[in-house]
């Protein structure tokens, strides 16, 4: 069954009545409550405030990473393991066909269900996650093959198993590694973005977030934890953050707002898959214009600015 928030209170109703005009097959009140259903959609969505923008990047109905890569690839092949320690489940990498080329894909994947949740450790990878990431990336790098990679977690693990095999440096690799990696690489955020766990994956040439998605050096509740001791504050410290997809295009920290539909891709999973394949699709085409040496420059040009203002 699908899942609604708060603010999702009179879609529910409709959707509702909808179906069940549906199953009585009365085409009438079908088409009315279609319209009905169309206007309390754009009237909500259309509205929406930083911390309900927050709730939908959490919601557990929206795509994750291998939702998109299994629909867009053709005949892929998974990855595993970092030929180190082990395979992180919640790093989840393919290679396969795509628009008349092979391309990699990367993402971070929550889970869903109990015992999958589990084995995919909430979508918070350990050291070993990132090895394998970086693994791929230079298999990738060998044989010049695009990389994407999907962002959506809420962090990178913080236990004391994954600080004892070097948490902090396998983020920081990754971040120097993806920096000057050859081969064309886009990072999209589909959710939520949170902290080193999703920079590990959000460097490249071209990073993207879908309309509903965040991207933050911490999560809303952790921020409100330290800033007023009260993690309950957490939809004062989502807009104090400035942790949307509009803003971060805004502060140009991301180059590309994604605009996935309007109902949201969890309502909407195959116009999401649309979008997003749309979007890798035209990104490549205009990686493809550019030489290697324009575009590290380009790349590198774009992380030192970062964090740079002028008075």
Request: proline letters at 4%; charged letters at 30%.
């Amino acid at each position: 069954m699908a899942t609604y928030l708060d603010f999702e209170k009179h879609i529910k109703q409709i959707s509702e009545e909808l179906l069940t005009a549906k199953i009585k097959d009365d085409l009438p009140a079908v088409e009315i409550l279609q319209k009905n259903l169309e206007k309390e959609v754009s009237k909500t969505y259309k509205n929406l405030s930083d911390y309900q923008k927050l709730q939908l990047a959490r919601h557990p109905d929206r795509p994750y990473a291998i939702d998109y890569m299994r629909p867009i690839l053709d005949n892929y092949y998974e990855f595993h393991g970092d030929r180190a320690f082990g395979d992180d489940a919640s790093i989840v990498c393919y290679v396969g066909g795509f628009a008349g080329r092979k391309i990699i894909m990367i993402g971070e994947q929550k889970g869903r269900g109990t015992k999958n949740k589990i084995r995919r450790n909430f979508g918070m990878p350990h050291p070993e996650g990132y090895r394998k990431v970086l693994r791929v990336c230079k298999l990738a790098e060998k044989f010049n093959l695009p990389v994407v990679f999907f962002v959506d977690t809420p962090g990178a693990y913080p236990g004391v198993s994954a600080e004892e095999r070097g948490q902090s440096e396998a983020i920081a690799r990754n971040l120097y590694e993806l920096s000057k990696l050859k081969t064309k690489t886009i990072s999209i955020v589909i959710g939520e973005g949170g902290s080193g766990g999703a920079l590990a994956l959000g460097v490249a040439d071209r990073v993207a977030m879908m309309r509903y998605s965040v991207f933050s050096v911490i999560s809303p509740e952790g921020c409100a934890a330290i800033l007023w001791n009260d993690p309950g504050k957490q939809e004062s410290a989502t807009k104090a953050m400035r942790i949307t997809a509009e803003d971060l295009k805004g502060l140009n920290l991301i180059d590309d707002v994604i605009e996935e539909p309007l109902i949201g891709a969890h309502r909407d999973k195959g116009g999401a898959i649309d979008v997003i394949k749309d979007y890798i699709v035209k990104t490549l085409q205009s990686l493809d214009t550019l030489d290697d040496k324009t575009r590290l420059d380009k790349r590198f040009e774009k992380i030192l600015s970062i964090g740079a203002y002028k008075e």
